[in-house]
């Protein structure tokens, strides 16, 4: 008789779990934690990207208009009437060039990963692991953590990344000027379409990175179990965020479109790969690649 009463007590407290389940408080410090640890690296107002080698466009400039006569048309369109010093002014004059864009974009996703390493040191669970396997999870995840993180400059207005002044405004053109093919970057865009659409709250984002992270199938992972044990942790919290604080209307099926991000994000990084190892084999400027990223995502000539 006793027995049943506490069987009872407990099936009514699994199925009320079920029904409305709660933010423990461990939870919610995880995520104040994420949040915070996400603020102290996204700089929303993009202001050292100045510091970056400058972006080389070939857009609607005269110039670049006719790329085939980069000399003829720096004549025509300066005082001078003699070509300043070799080849100089006229590889500057062909902005069209490919690859143009590629140093810019290269310092934007060094700068990028360096965030994201800032990001991870500060998830708990992250720095028990040994320092082979956080190189693991950072290399196979940098990419994707950068795309995800990017939905943030990222405005349907224009289907660009908007980062502060025109200057810092990154079209699909600007990525075909650092050596990209259409075909990787229309699912790009359209991945960071469908990532505004689902309208994330703070918590969401941040937790999708860190689960993002915690991958524990990337290749060289060594304690498996550890990285598989922070990663449903943080997918319980997703969860349960999403169970209570997401308004009812908007929830539906939440958690599964957001884990289906993470299967469209793997296919993106194995396209990037190899697109990545073509461009590094063609920068003809070694410099153009700054070393961190030679490290995080491979170096041809190494
Ligand atoms: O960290 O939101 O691997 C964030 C901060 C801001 C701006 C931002 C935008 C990201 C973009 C837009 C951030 C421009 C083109 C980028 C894209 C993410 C990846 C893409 C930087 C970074 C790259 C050009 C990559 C290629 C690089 C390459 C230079 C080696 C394009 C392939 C992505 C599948």
């Known amino acids: 008789r006793k027995k049943e009463i506490i069987m009872k007590r407990k099936l009514e407290d699994s199925?009320?779990?079920?029904?409305?389940?709660?933010?423990?408080?461990?939870?919610?410090?995880l995520i104040a934690t994420l949040i915070e640890a996400h603020r102290?690296?996204?700089?929303?107002?993009?202001?050292?990207?100045?510091?970056?080698?400058?972006?080389?466009?070939g857009d609607?400039?005269?110039?670049?208009?006719?790329?085939?006569?980069?000399?003829?048309?720096s004549l025509l369109n300066s005082d001078m009437d003699e070509l300043p010093?070799?080849?100089?002014?006229?590889?500057?004059?062909?902005?069209?060039?490919?690859?143009?864009?590629?140093?810019h974009l290269a310092d934007l996703v060094?700068?990028?990963?360096?965030?994201?390493?800032?990001?991870a040191k500060m998830i708990p669970g992250f720095k028990e692991l040994c320092t082979e396997d956080q190189i693991s999870l950072l290399?196979?995840?940098?990419?994707?953590?950068?795309?995800?993180?990017?939905?943030?400059?990222?405005?349907?207005?224009?289907?660009?990344?908007?980062?502060g002044s025109n200057e810092f405004k990154y079209q699909i053109g600007d990525v075909m000027q650092a050596g990209h093919k259409l075909e990787l970057l229309?699912?790009?865009?359209?991945?960071q379409v469908n990532?505004?659409?689902?309208?994330?709250?703070?918590?969401?984002?941040?937790?999708?990175?860190?689960?993002?992270?915690?991958?524990?199938?990337?290749?060289?992972?060594?304690?498996?179990?550890?990285?598989?044990?922070v990663q449903e942790h943080l997918t319980e919290t997703l969860r349960a965020y999403i169970a209570c604080r997401h308004p009812l209307s908007c929830k539906h099926m939440l958690y599964t479109k957001m884990v289906e991000k993470l299967t469209e994000l793997r296919s993106l990084n194995e396209e990037h790969s190899k697109q990545y190892l073509q461009i590094s084999q063609d920068a003809v400027n070694k410099e153009d690649l700054p070393p961190l990223l030679l490290e995080v995502f491979g170096n041809p000539t190494a």
């Open 195 to 229: 990532m505004k659409k689902l309208d994330l709250h703070e918590a969401e984002h941040v937790l999708l990175m860190a689960i993002c992270l915690f991958s524990p199938d990337r290749p060289g992972v060594q304690d498996r179990c550890r990285v598989e044990e």
């Open 139 to 163: 290399k196979a995840s940098a990419i994707e953590i950068i795309i995800l993180r990017s939905n943030e400059s990222f405005t349907m207005e224009d289907n660009s990344w908007t980062c």
């Open 40 to 57: 102290k690296t996204y700089d929303a107002s993009y202001s050292d990207f100045s510091q970056f080698r400058p972006p080389k466009r």
């Open 60 to 73: 609607g400039s005269p110039e670049c208009r006719n790329a085939t006569n980069p000399f003829l048309m």
């Open 186 to 191: 229309e699912p790009l865009v359209k991945f």
């Open 110 to 119: 060094s700068y990028s990963i360096q965030k994201v390493i800032g990001f």
């Open 85 to 103: 010093k070799a080849s100089a002014s006229g590889a500057e004059a062909a902005a069209g060039d490919e690859l143009s864009m590629l140093p």
């Open 15 to 29: 199925a009320r779990e079920v029904h409305t389940p709660q933010l423990l408080e461990e939870q919610e410090r």
